[in-house]
């Protein structure tokens, strides 16, 4: 049984309907193609962004904000939204699996995720949340939010962004490996995790988002898994992404696809993080790390589609 840690992004959770039927709709298909793993003998460990729901959620508290309501701070709505998938996800998870004939419990853990308060990414704020905003909204949304940094998102629009810290330490994470020794599916480390700074024996919530692949990568090497996966809704890792000469990449080793990370190759706000992430996940277990598509996950696991990075020097192989 190898112990296989899956992120995935909270694009492939709310797409442009955020109602909660809609999501708990994407959450259910995401499931039946989660539930392949177990089916073939894996230990499944979740992990799931958050990016749209919170930024839906902190909406919701600005309009609503009052002296006798008064709005909750962003930590705390990466704790309801890591709540509220985890349900959606604990739910369709045990139905797929009953449906499969496999009687295993699934689990939604509250994580937090440590981090520094003297990390310079507080001083630079790159994490993108919320919906895509038009260029003509952008002055609209700082007059009435002036407090906001809104940027561009890898051409596909404007989107308020907040400070994304490395993640040092997963609180949880002795717990989240005692559920997955149990052989129970624990859904963790929601947005990232809640982040969160030490005080003394105190954790103390500050206003920020963690990057989902980075904390999937921390939690994947606490916990001693055998693969990370990261699925996309975009396939796998591509050289010239968008240019005629684009190739998708079959296999890499963490050495050479660390060059074109050092030559800032993938874009900023999609592709960077995730491998980054994943050549973490490589460089300190010496284990594989995959990223591929959420469709395709069937193949994934034969081998068959996705990038996967080894830490062994091997030649590149393209698709």
């Not at 230990?43 to 909750?72: F, R, Y």
């Not at 003297?118 to 609209?140: C, H, L, R, W």
């Not at 693969?227 to 050479?256: H, R």
Request: net charge negative; charged share 25%; with cysteine.
């Amino acid at each position: 049984m190898s112990k296989i840690v899956v992120a995935l992004g909270g694009n492939a959770i709310l797409s442009k309907d955020a109602s909660a039927q809609a999501q708990m709709k994407a959450v259910k298909e995401t499931a039946k193609e989660l539930v392949n793993f177990i089916k073939n003998g894996d230990q499944l460990i979740i992990t799931h962004g958050n990016g749209p729901q919170v930024g839906n959620l902190l909406l919701q508290q600005s309009a609503a904000d009052s002296d006798e309501n008064p709005a909750m701070p962003l930590d705390t709505c990466g704790a309801m939204t890591q709540g509220s998938i985890g349900y959606w996800f604990q739910n369709a998870m045990k139905e797929e699996l009953l449906d499969s004939g496999i009687d295993k419990d699934v689990m939604a853990i509250v994580t937090q995720t440590i981090v520094d308060e003297n990390d310079p990414a507080f001083q630079n704020p790159s994490k993108p949340i919320g919906p895509f905003y038009k260029e003509t909204e952008v002055e609209g949304l700082k007059a009435l939010h002036p407090d906001w940094q809104i940027i561009e998102d890898a051409s596909r629009g404007y989107r308020r962004v907040v400070p994304s810290p490395k993640p040092l330490e997963i609180n949880e994470y002795r717990a989240i490996k005692q559920v997955v020794d149990a052989g129970i599916v624990p859904i963790v480390s929601g947005g990232g995790g809640i982040p969160v700074v030490r005080k003394g024996n105190r954790l103390v919530g500050t206003e920020a988002v963690i990057d989902k692949d980075f904390s999937a990568s921390k939690i994947a090497q606490l916990i001693d898994a055998d693969k990370l996966i990261i699925l996309t809704s975009a396939g796998g890792v591509f050289y010239n992404y968008g240019k005629p000469n684009q190739v998708e990449l079959k296999e890499v080793s963490v050495d050479e696809i660390q060059k074109h990370i050092d030559a800032k190759e993938f874009a900023k706000g999609s592709m960077r993080p995730k491998v980054e992430a994943a050549t973490s996940f490589v460089r300190n277990t010496g284990n594989p790390a995959v990223i591929g598509d959420l469709e395709d996950v069937k193949e994934i696991i034969k081998g068959n589609e996705g990038t996967t990075i080894v830490s062994e020097s091997v030649p590149a192989t393209v698709k």
